[in-house]
């Protein structure tokens, strides 16, 4: 069984800076694509920013160039610098993994618990 464990949410003023950080443990063979996603209130969830194994980023364009994705291959750990955060980021932000088991396995996803950002005006 895999698992993530997230930190880093918190209260910050607008245009301050968080830091998200998302750590993956378990039977894990290869880790494929990490994410983060948010869910603001009222709101659907949506992909905040992604990253490959490869290290090919994808953003959501309202955190285009304010938010920067990373990832550290050896210890399965997927990072989020948040950068001048606006009110509207304000969310929970869950840390999203696509990984295999096995090495012909087929690609599994599992979610963190979540972690509260809330940026004030």
């Known amino acids: ?3 993530l464990v997230e930190s ?3 209260l910050v003023q607008s245009g301050g800076s968080l830091r998200l950080s998302c750590a993956a ?3 894990i063979f290869l880790v494929n694509t990490m994410g983060w996603y948010r869910r603001a209130p009222g709101k659907e969830r ?3 920013a992604s990253i490959t194994s490869a290290g090919k980023t ?10 920067a994705i990373s990832r550290d291959n050896a210890k399965n750990t997927v990072v989020l610098q948040m950068d001048s955060l606006k009110p509207e980021d ?3 932000y869950y840390c999203n993994v696509n990984y295999r088991i096995l090495p012909d396995d087929r690609y599994y996803e ?3 618990q979540g972690t509260l950002v809330t940026v004030s005006s």
């Open 1 to 3: 069984q895999v698992q």
């Open 25 to 27: 443990s378990g039977s």
């Open 8 to 10: 880093g949410g918190g």
């Open 46 to 48: 949506e992909l905040v």
């Open 58 to 67: 994808n953003y959501a364009g309202s955190v285009e160039g304010r938010f």
């Open 110 to 112: 599992v979610w963190g």
């Open 90 to 92: 304000t969310a929970v």
